[in-house]
């Protein structure tokens, strides 16, 4: 049998262990160990590889960047923020963190993105920003997005966390689509620090400037404290793990996407299951996550336990919807039938640079047996 784990982060850092501790071993020398050299020539490799234009900041991690680009933005208190109601509890959390709203709409059908004429039903006179998650690698719909954003004056603030490299098919880079764009670092993301990280890019260079000062504790200058600020700094260590990274990221979304595509020729023809990480329209998609939806709960609990027994992980993002958490209770408002439907009957596929053909076999070999024996 051949196990395979959902991820195996130890596959494409041994490769660069040894770059990687030299670096580790000249700040330990140099002991500039937050916001040091190598923070600023991350963001400004990250920013290149966005596309090279406005301005990129790194801070301490995805749920920090997209707080720091809200608050930027003068988004707080009295202000409603619309989500989408499937994706991780961060980006609610986030609207919390500034002081703001969350008001939750529904996803698309067929896409793990959100339906933009569900965020027009929620918006209200008192919507200031829109956050399009661009989940499981895939483009958020952000064409007509960014027209209903336009026409109400609403900030749209990216969150792709999950979409490192992802394009829309007009070959824009997610992140750079709208007035500020939030990446997380976390290690099993497509780029990942070896601890926690994140980003957030500004089309807007005063905006940028604020958040630079926003991100430590308020400062322009050492002590003096224009804003209320936060502690939103990037290690030293992560940025210089981050840079011996960023050059083999194309390499592991090509992976990702070649698997991705091998999974979905073999289970196009699968008796009613939907696969939701495909971009559509020449959209290129960077494969964060595999995600089927089955037919319903039942069966996706069954297949987990099927492919469990055969040695296969899967994982479940996300299982419960965002405003039907406990922590939100009674506190929130939207739209989101589709999103609660869907959320009993996705799973989560092994997908991941480094995994080898016999993994991949043995993944597809028993999701087709899962279905034979039906
Ligand atoms: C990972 C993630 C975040 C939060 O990033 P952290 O670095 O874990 O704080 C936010 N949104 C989405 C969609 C994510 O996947």
């Given at each position: ?82 989500l989408p109601s499937n994706t991780f509890i ?84 997610c992140g750079t689509l709208g007035d500020a ?46 804003y209320v600020g936060g502690n939103y700094r ?141």
């Amino acid at each position: 049998m051949t196990r395979v784990p959902f991820n195996d982060l130890a596959r494409i850092h041994a490769p660069l262990r040894a770059r990687i501790l030299a670096r580790f071993g000249e700040i330990l020398d140099r002991s500039a160990f937050v916001l040091g050299p190598e923070v600023a020539e991350f963001e400004a490799a990250f920013t290149r590889f966005l596309g090279g234009k406005g301005t990129g900041l790194a801070v301490s991690n995805g749920l920090d960047a997209l707080t720091v680009a809200l608050r930027a933005l003068g988004v707080g208190a009295g202000d409603e923020v619309v989500l989408p109601s499937n994706t991780f509890i961060a980006t609610a959390f986030a609207v919390l963190h500034a002081g703001a709203t969350p008001v939750f709409c529904d996803i698309a059908e067929g896409s793990p993105n959100l339906d933009p004429r569900s965020l027009e039903r929620v918006l209200t006179s008192r919507t200031r920003a829109v956050i399009p998650v661009h989940l499981y690698g895939v483009p958020a719909p952000m064409r007509a997005i960014r027209e209903i954003a336009r026409s109400k004056k609403l900030f749209v603030v990216e969150d792709a966390a999950q979409a490192h490299g992802a394009r829309t098919s007009s070959k824009e880079v997610c992140g750079t689509l709208g007035d500020a764009g939030c990446f997380s670092f976390y290690p099993g993301k497509n780029l990942g620090s070896l601890g926690e990280g994140g980003f957030v890019w500004f089309r807007d260079e005063a905006v940028a400037k604020r958040a630079r000062a926003i991100r430590d504790v308020g400062q322009e200058e050492k002590g003096v404290h224009a804003y209320v600020g936060g502690n939103y700094r990037m290690h030293t260590l992560q940025a210089a793990a981050l840079l011996e990274k960023l050059p083999h990221l194309e390499a592991w979304n090509e992976e990702r996407t070649a698997i991705g595509a091998r999974f979905e020729k073999e289970f196009s023809s699968l008796p009613g299951v939907h696969l939701l990480s495909r971009a559509h329209g020449g959209e290129h998609a960077v494969y964060h996550l595999f995600v089927l939806e089955l037919p319903n709960q039942e069966v996706r609990d069954e297949f987990r336990l099927k492919l469990r027994e055969r040695g296969i992980d899967t994982g479940i993002h996300y299982s419960g919807i965002v405003p039907l958490q406990e922590c939100f209770e009674g506190k929130s408002e939207g739209e989101w039938k589709r999103a609660e439907e869907r959320s009993g009957k996705i799973v989560s596929l092994p997908i991941f640079p480094g995994m080898t053909g016999i993994e991949q076999d043995a993944v597809i070999q028993a999701v087709k047996d899962f279905f034979d024996g039906r």
